[in-house]
C-alpha cells in the first residue's frame, strides 16, 4: 500500500471573472522511503496540491488517501517547512521549534527534550535563546526545519524551502537536508518537495512528478536513476535537466502530454 494516493485530484475556485480551474486530473502515489519532487512552472497549484495532502484544504474532486484513509482534516502525521520561514518573531528558538509539541499536548519535559535533539540535529546548538530576527536566513529555515522535525512526521513537505536563501547557503541546507533524510534513526518516512528548480528536484529526489501550467496535469512521472552525490555537471544530468525542461514548456504549450517527450534519458 501506498503512504499517500492521490486520485483523480481537481482544485477549483470562484472569482469575479468566473470558475477558475488550477489543477485536474492529478493523480500518483507517494511510497514508504520515497523522496518525490513536484515540478512545475509557477502558478501551477504545486504549493496548493501539499495543503490538499495534508488536510489544510480539500479538493473540489478527487481524492486523497493517506494510510489507506481519505483525508478530510489536518493530518498531525505530517509536518511542512515553508518558503517564508513562518517562524513566531516573539519566540525563541527552542520555542518555535517546540511549537508543534506543545499543540500535540507534549508534557514539558518531554517536549524539552526533543526540542534539544532536533535543534542539535539540525546545527542550531547555542542558539536557542535567540529570536529569529537574530538569524541569517539559512539559520531562520533551519528553524523551520527543526520544528517540522520535532514531532517526528511520517511524511515531511517542503514547499520550495530554498528558494528565499543565497545559492551557497541554499546548497549547503540541500546537503544537509539529504544527510538527515538518510539517517535511519530520524523521521521521516517519506518527503515530498515542491520545487520550480529542476535541477534542485534531479539533486534531491528519487523521482519527480512534472506538472503543465494551469490547470495543472500530470505531464510524466520521472525516475532520477542518478548515483548520489549527483554531480551536475555529468552528461546524464544535463540530458535529464533538458528532458524536464522541455517537458515543461512543450507540454504546457498545449497543456497535454502528448506534446513533450515521450521518456527520460536511459528509460527507453
Known amino acids: 500500500m501506498s503512504l499517500i494516493e492521490v486520485r483523480d485530484v481537481e482544485k477549483s475556485f470562484d472569482s469575479h471573472h468566473g470558475r477558475i480551474s488550477i489543477m485536474a486530473g492529478i493523480s500518483f502515489d507517494v511510497a514508504d522511503n520515497d523522496f518525490l519532487a513536484l515540478v512545475g512552472p509557477s502558478g501551477c497549484g504545486k504549493s496548493t496540491l501539499l495543503r490538499l495532502i495534508q488536510g489544510l484544504d480539500q479538493p473540489s474532486a478527487g481524492e486523497i488517501d493517506f494510510r489507506g484513509r481519505p483525508v478530510h482534516s489536518v493530518q498531525h502525521e505530517m509536518s511542512m517547512v515553508f518558503q517564508n520561514f513562518a517562524l513566531y518573531p516573539w519566540l525563541t528558538v527552542a520555542e518555535n521549534v517546540g511549537l ?15 526540542v534539544e535533539k532536533y535543534v542539535s540535529v539540525t546545527g542550531l546548538v547555542g542558539f536557542e535563546e535567540a529570536y529569529p530576527r537574530e538569524l541569517s536566513g539559512g539559520m531562520r529555515q533551519r528553524v523551520g526545519l527543526a520544528r517540522a522535525l520535532a514531532v517526528e512526521p511520517a511524511v515531511l513537505l517542503m514547499d520550495e524551502p530554498f528558494s528565499a536563501l543565497d545559492p551557497l547557503t541554499a546548497e549547503s541546507l540541500r546537503e544537509e ?3 538527515l533524510w538518510r539517517d535511519p534513526g ?4 517519506a518527503v515530498v518537495l515542491v520545487t520550480h528548480n529542476i535541477e534542485e528536484a534531479l539533486s534531491m529526489a528519487d523521482r519527480m512528478i512534472v506538472l503543465s501550467h494551469r490547470p495543472s496535469r500530470v505531464l510524466a512521472g520521472v525516475p532520477i536513476n542518478l548515483k548520489r552525490p549527483r554531480d551536475r555537471k555529468s552528461p546524464e544530468f544535463y540530458e535529464l535537466t533538458d528532458y524536464v525542461y522541455t517537458l515543461i514548456t512543450q507540454g504546457s504549450a498545449g497543456n497535454t502530454p502528448g506534446a513533450a517527450p515521450s521518456a527520460p534519458p536511459g528509460t527507453g
Open 100 to 114: 508543534g509539541l506543545e499543540a500535540l499536548g507534549w508534557e514539558k519535559e518531554r517536549r524539552e527534550r526533543q
Open 177 to 179: 537536508v539529504l544527510q
Open 186 to 189: 530520524l523521521p521521516p518516512d
